[in-house]
C-alpha cells in the first residue's frame, strides 16, 4: 500500500513539473515570437506551435497556435530591470542577458525634467505570474538586481 501512495505521489510531482516546464517553455517561446521583429535573429528559425500534453487529459497531445493565444491575451506584461543615462551601459546589459539566453530590449524615455533614460526590459509575457517567474530566476543567478513587472498593452 505504501509503494502505491509513493507511486501516485511520484506521479503528481512529476505531472506538476512537466506543467510547470511546458509554462516556462511556452513564456520563453511567445516573448522570442512577440520580440524578434525588433531583435536580431541569432538562432534558427521558430516553430509556429507548441505541443503540450495536458496533465488533466489522459488522450492525446493538444496543439496550441501561440497566435491564437496570443490574440486571446488582453494584457503582455515585460520585465523592467534596469533604467540608465547612458545608451552603452544598456547595451552592455542587454547583451549580458541575450548571452544567457533572455530576449531583452532597450526603449528610450524622457522623464519630466527631459532627461533621456534607457529603459531595458526583458520579455513579453501573457501573465504577471510568467513575467515574475523570469523576474525571480534573474535575481536568483544574480543578473539583476531588482525588477519591475510593467503592462505593456
Not at 511567445?30 to 516553430?47: D, F, H, Y
Not at 542587454?94 to 524622457?110: D, N, P
Not at 526590459?121 to 510593467?150: C, F, M, N, P, T
Amino acid at each position: 500500500m505504501k509503494q502505491r501512495k509513493n507511486k501516485e505521489t511520484r506521479r503528481t510531482s512529476d505531472i506538476i513539473l512537466l506543467s510547470l516546464l511546458i509554462l516556462i517553455v511556452f513564456s520563453l517561446l511567445l516573448a522570442v515570437l512577440i520580440g524578434r521583429n525588433k531583435i536580431k535573429k541569432t538562432r534558427g528559425p521558430l516553430k509556429s506551435s507548441v505541443e503540450t500534453a495536458l496533465p488533466n487529459n489522459n488522450s492525446s497531445d493538444t496543439t496550441v497556435s501561440i497566435e491564437e493565444l496570443i490574440k486571446q491575451s488582453n494584457e503582455l506584461y515585460t520585465l523592467q530591470i534596469s533604467s540608465v543615462r547612458k545608451k552603452k551601459n544598456a547595451d552592455d546589459l542587454i547583451e549580458k542577458l541575450r548571452l544567457r539566453g533572455y530576449t531583452a530590449e532597450v526603449s528610450e524615455w524622457r522623464n519630466a525634467k527631459g532627461v533621456v533614460l534607457y529603459r531595458v526590459q526583458v520579455g513579453q509575457y501573457i501573465s504577471k505570474s510568467a513575467a515574475r517567474s523570469v523576474g525571480e530566476e534573474l535575481l536568483s543567478k544574480k543578473l539583476i538586481r531588482d525588477y519591475y513587472i510593467r503592462k505593456i498593452n
